[in-house]
């Protein structure tokens, strides 16, 4: 390859090309080596609804610098890539598409239906595999999962048969969660709470054989259409007498007890309260403790039942209106007060869930779920950051069994058949006849299994459970699960407990959590919101590793970050900074041959810049053993940045462009043997630019591409304290000189002579790197001091270090005029600071301005504080200067 780049880096042009080279290499396949450490991940598999959104991006990308970095430091690496079924959100999507035809998924049958949506599985497969290449994520491909390819499917239904055998799972009329749009049950973290404002209905309930009358409160007044029974609490004196008496149901005409339970509180509105089995989960449990009849109200479409008499067929809102005209019409209402509470919502549809009695799968959660408290309680498991532990302990010590049937078609049938005699079979292979009686008319359950059923068997069924397979001796237990806050509860919980109960281990030893990928005002990213932004589109522009560095940066474990516009030009113009430093080292190493080791005689530069390079080995290093990952790439960022390409490239052209061939070898040296491992830190983040620019070097090593170069190591032999503390004062003298100079607006290209006091000790090394500080600093000539001389007059100052600086103003500026021109600039940010304090202080502008708006005026009256006191502090010493007293 030659050695030369082109002279604009062009993401376009190098991103694929690179990524079929890896893919060519099979530079991502695990190579199963026998004693060779391991570091394995499973990826979250994401859905086969759509196409990757910014979320995926910055899981994806965290998950690659992870395996990257690991896969270079020696370890047999593997990341075993998938995607998930997504039963209720696929069959949706597939449902949506069907009704443009004006088709229903009855309309086609199962068979057909199931068709369609493999059909959709595939083409959407596909495009979520394309968007991974292009994001340049290094998953070993040749071992890519499905949930439910031939392997998974076998697993889930050993697993289903395995905890039903042993009453783990169980069959049962039981209080669920019921969606009326995806017409299916969900689980209790599958719905999603949000305040909203309703109403509380206070009716009353006449007295059967007893004067008088209670009244509950209710903020679903459709529902005691249903009631069975009004309880109190057994200490509440108002109703001790009247405990086993019987009150009349309003509207249905229907006399129904009154009992006691401990559960009532005495205190909320009359003490009294309506209980409605079939439509309640509290006043189930109340029901079953007191043998109350289940009336079902509503339906699972939604609708009012046929035994609600006058309301039957009615929605349920509407049904809500009716009851109420009528409790009003017959004086049963007594009145209706505003009332704000938590409703719950389908997580997939947004429908308002309900609650519903029902004939369900439930997995018997409190033996599963305290072997999985435990493993994080003794810290074989660690959530990072740490604070995520109390969520996971939280949900487990307090969760209930878990709904498992979905009443749709795409997904895990549930493997159980049922025989005319009654006999139920369950069963790891189809049963041909029924067991009891031999007939033959057997039919399966119609229900599938939760997705998350088979999601939780994912780190162990994909490495070939239950087979003992050879991957999944070598690989199992996994090292890390990178995953998002939100589906801690979803998932994270249930890969532990399954794997502790049927692979006798913890399926990972790490959880690396993060949070959402926000809009610039923090909002989340969403449809209605149009907010979106497509990580696509941001790779078309600027490359892949624009995007990966952005999201990278921005992230701090846990927490939510903001993808803003200005965010992504940065990190584009670092990667042009990367390319154009590396265009100009290798133009300097035509001919250059790499020795082994670095030569001897280096310049305090030269020492300073390999001290430098040291330091961000043994950082970012360890940044990411401690998954900090975006500072990881910061400290990477700032050595390329500010060390090498801002100092070293310019110190190093004294050393190139000098006299002395022997300080051009050891300056070219330096060069190359710092680029080149400096691109290696740069690889996990930066994959393609770090590996099109390696593949130019020259290099002495016999690794074929930098994915499976060895990772940079810190090296005692390269640590010099005094090259780093005399460079250091160096570059401070630098500093100084440079902002003294644009404090009174002299351009490059006007000289201005420079003196520095310094004591004795420092004067040789200040002499030594005077014709570099003269040049960086865009002075004219450097004049050395002893700190015992005479200060100049008439002079700017400051301080670097234990150097005093001082810029000379006669012959530079005329002091009057400079003083003139202060004055001048600070009426005008004075003047720029009142309209926006005028802005900040008006009410409505802060009501009604867009929220961006309200922020960049924030920012400029700070801007403009910040810039009026720095003109305050410099027009003081102009006036000093120039023998006038300033107040």
């Known amino acids: 390859m030659s050695i030369n780049l082109p002279s604009v880096y062009e993401p376009e042009k190098v991103e694929d090309r690179i990524y079929q080279f890896w893919l060519d290499g099979e530079y991502f396949r695990a190579q199963r080596k026998a004693g060779q450490k391991t570091y394995s991940m499973v990826i979250p598999p994401p859905n086969v609804t759509g196409s990757l959104h910014m979320g995926h991006a910055l899981n994806n990308t965290i998950q690659d610098v992870l395996i990257r970095w690991r896969r270079m430091q020696g370890f047999d690496t593997l990341w075993l890539p998938g995607s998930d079924h997504a039963g209720i959100a696929t069959q949706n999507k597939v449902e949506e598409h069907l009704a443009e035809e004006g088709l229903s998924r009855y309309d086609l049958g199962r068979e057909k239906f199931l068709e369609r949506s493999w059909s959709w599985k595939e083409e959407y497969h596909t495009r979520i595999l394309k968007q991974l290449y292009k994001l340049g994520v290094s998953c070993d491909w040749s071992r890519e999962r499905f949930t439910l390819d031939e392997g998974c499917s076998r697993a889930v239904r050993e697993v289903f048969v395995s905890l039903y055998e042993r009453d783990l799972i169980y069959r ?64 509440d004196d108002r109703y001790r007498d009247l405990i086993g008496r019987k009150v009349l149901l309003p509207l249905m005409k229907r006399e129904i007890p009154i009992i006691a339970d401990t559960y009532v509180d005495p205190a909320f509105g009359s003490g009294a309260v309506k209980i409605t089995p079939a439509h309640d989960p509290n006043d189930f449990e109340i029901g079953r403790r007191h043998d109350l009849e289940v009336i079902v109200a509503i339906g699972d479409d939604g609708k009012m039942t046929e035994q609600m008499g006058p309301y039957a067929g009615l929605d349920r809102y509407a049904a809500r209106q009716a009851v109420l ?59 990072v950051p740490e604070r995520f532990t109390k969520s996971y302990l939280f949900w487990m010590e307090n969760i209930r069994d878990w709904c498992i049937s979905r009443q749709i078609w795409w ?34 359950d119609p229900d599938v299994l939760d997705t998350w059923f088979s999601s939780a068997l994912w780190p162990f069924s994909t490495l070939g459970w239950p087979e ?204 190359a043997y710092v680029l080149e491992r400096t691109l290696r830190l740069l690889h996990p983040f930066m994959p393609f630019i770090s590996e099109e620019i390696w593949q130019h070097l020259p290099r002495n090593g016999t690794e074929s591409a930098l994915v499976v170069a060895p990772w940079p190591t810190f090296t005692a ?36 002579p420079v003196i520095l006091r310094a004591p004795q000790r420092l004067r040789s090394v200040l002499e030594e790197e005077r014709p570099f500080m003269e040049k960086l600093s865009w002075a004219g000539e450097i004049t050395l001091r002893d700190e015992a001389g005479e200060k100049p007059g008439q002079a700017l100052s400051a301080l670097a270090g234990a150097v005093e600086v001082y810029l000379p103003l006669q012959g530079v500026i005329d002091l009057d005029q400079e003083c003139t021109r202060l004055q001048k600039e600070l009426r005008e940010i004075e003047a720029d600071q009142k309209k926006a304090l005028a802005k900040l202080n008006n009410k409505q502008f802060i009501q009604k301005a867009p929220p961006e708006v309200v922020e960049k005026e924030k920012r400029k009256e700070e801007e403009c504080s910040q810039k009026r006191e720095k003109l305050l502090v410099r027009l003081k010493e102009m006036e000093q200067l120039r023998g006038m007293k300033w107040s």
């Not at 009528?326 to 007594?334: A, F, N, S, W």
């Not at 505003?338 to 959660?365: A, K, N």
């Open 172 to 235: 049962g009329n039981y209080m669920i969660n019921w969606c009326t749009r995806c017409h299916t049950a969900i689980s209790d973290i599958e719905v999603e709470h949000e305040e909203k404002p309703s109403m509380l209905a206070h009716i009353r309930y006449p007295g059967v054989g007893w004067e008088g009358s209670i009244v509950v409160a209710t903020t679903r007044p459709e529902t005691m259409l249903g009631d069975t029974a009004v309880a109190v609490n057994p200490e």
């Open 325 to 383: 005209d009528d409790l009003k019409r017959d004086g049963y209402l007594q009145n209706i007060e505003d009332y704000t509470h938590s409703v719950g919502h389908c997580q997939r549809c947004g429908t308002e869930i309900e609650p519903f009695f029902s004939l369900q799968w439930f997995v018997r959660m409190p033996p599963l779920a305290e072997p999985a408290v435990r493993a994080v309680k003794e810290e074989k498991i660690k959530f």
């Open 411 to 444: 997904g895990h049938r549930i493997p159980a058949w049922y025989c005319p005699c009654g006999e139920m079979i369950v069963a790891r292979q189809n049963p041909a006849s029924c067991p009891s009686c031999g007939g033959d008319k057997l039919e399966q």
């Open 468 to 671: 003992q397979t050879p991957d999944l001796q070598h690989y199992f237990p996994t090292s890390v699960l990178v995953t998002g806050y939100d589906i801690i509860t979803f998932w994270v919980a249930r890969m532990i407990f399954m794997s502790l109960d049927f692979m006798g281990e913890i399926p990972f030893s790490h959880v690396s959590v993060h949070g959402l990928v926000r809009d610039a005002q923090g909002r989340k990213m969403s449809k209605s919101l149009g907010n979106g932004v497509d990580p696509l589109e941001v790779i078309d522009q600027f490359g892949a590793d624009t995007l990966r560095f952005t999201l990278i940066t921005g992230q701090a474990p846990g927490s939510d970050q903001r993808f803003r516009h200005e965010s992504v030009e940065a990190s584009r113009n670092f990667s042009n900074k990367i390319w154009n430093a590396s265009r100009f080292v290798l133009m300097n190493l035509e001919d250059y041959k790499p020795a082994a080791t670095l030569p001897s005689g280096l310049e305090r530069r030269d020492r300073w810049i390999l001290d430098r390079y040291n330091a961000v080995v043994a950082r970012s290093t360890e940044l990411l053993e401690a998954y900090e990952l975006g500072e990881a790439a910061r400290a990477v960022y700032e050595f390329l940045w500010g060390d090498f390409c801002d100092w070293y490239i310019e110190l190093s052209k004294l050393g190139l462009y000098g006299e002395v061939e022997e300080a051009r070898e050891r300056t070219r040296a330096v060069l």
């Open 717 to 752: 032999e390269l640590v010099d304290e005094d090259a780093r503390g005399e460079m250091e004062m160096v570059m401070a003298v630098i500093h100084a000189v440079r902002n003294l100079r644009q404090e009174i607006g002299l351009t490059r290209s006007t000289n201005s």
